[in-house]
């Protein structure tokens, strides 16, 4: 089974609107990093957020970290047509061999 | 620098066929890991090499076999493919710690006869 699963699994919202995706996993980890990928491309990296840090910002991306919730979320502000896209958490097992194991992702339309 | 790339981009080929995938990482990026992304699988991790090793694997069958050169360029190879195997291979590569952030290539999309 999937490490990180993202919910919802699809948000619909309009241009300006904020957008907010949330990733849980099951397991203890190092890192978790947001993906994303426009339709049938390669995955673009957004943000790495580490197991000891809580919030992360990058332009109009914000991501926070639950560990004890075992839970991320990623809140894009201000949204535009070009941030149309699905987006992924991978994580890592603490401990464990380097491999990063992706959810099934978020589908996210902007409408202009 | 030039980002990661994948070739072909596109393949078509028929059940029991084998096919080979090539990648070519980001200059100095020594890790070069290997996905398969399916609709109904979502993202799955096939193999990473480091130093032309294979240093971690998913669970595939001996099917999904990979290799990577002295210069870090990979290769990975699917024997008798089935229908299954359809789907998009992407390639990402990473620094040499292999354990951060991976840059991904476009993927090539594999379709199975």
């Known amino acids: 089974s999937q490490q990180g699963e993202e919910d919802p699994q699809a948000l619909s919202i309009q241009e300006g609107e904020n957008a907010t995706m949330n990733c849980s996993y099951k397991?203890?980890?190092?890192?978790l990093q947001w993906y994303r990928q426009n339709s049938g491309r390669g995955l673009v990296h957004l943000i790495l957020?580490?197991?000891?840090?809580r919030e992360k910002h990058s332009g109009r991306l914000r991501v926070t970290l639950d560990t004890s919730k075992k839970s991320s979320s990623l809140l894009i502000t201000a949204s535009r047509a070009a941030d149309t896209a699905s987006y992924f958490c991978?994580?890592?097992?603490?401990?464990?061999?380097?491999?990063?194991?992706f959810g099934r992702g978020t589908s996210l339309i902007v409408h202009p | 620098k030039a980002g990661v790339t994948q070739t072909p981009r596109y393949l078509i080929k028929t059940r029991g066929q084998q096919v080979t995938l090539s990648c070519s990482p980001i200059s100095g990026h020594r890790s070069v890991s290997w996905y398969q992304q399916t609709p109904g699988q979502g993202l799955q991790f096939l193999f990473e090499?480091?130093?032309?090793?294979?240093?971690n694997k998913g669970n595939f069958p001996g099917r999904f076999s990979g290799r990577q050169f002295s210069n870090s360029r990979s290769e990975m190879n699917v024997s008798t493919l089935e229908l299954g195997d359809s789907a998009l291979y992407l390639c990402?590569?990473?620094?040499?710690?292999?354990?951060?952030?991976?840059?991904f290539g476009p993927g090539t999309r594999l379709l199975v006869l």
């Open positions: 990402a590569s990473s620094l040499p710690t292999g354990q951060e952030t991976q840059y």
């Open positions: 090499y480091f130093s032309e090793t294979q240093r």
């Open positions: 397991t203890s980890i190092n890192n």
């Open positions: 991978a994580t890592d097992k603490q401990g464990g061999s380097y491999i990063p194991t």
């Open positions: 957020i580490r197991s000891n840090e």
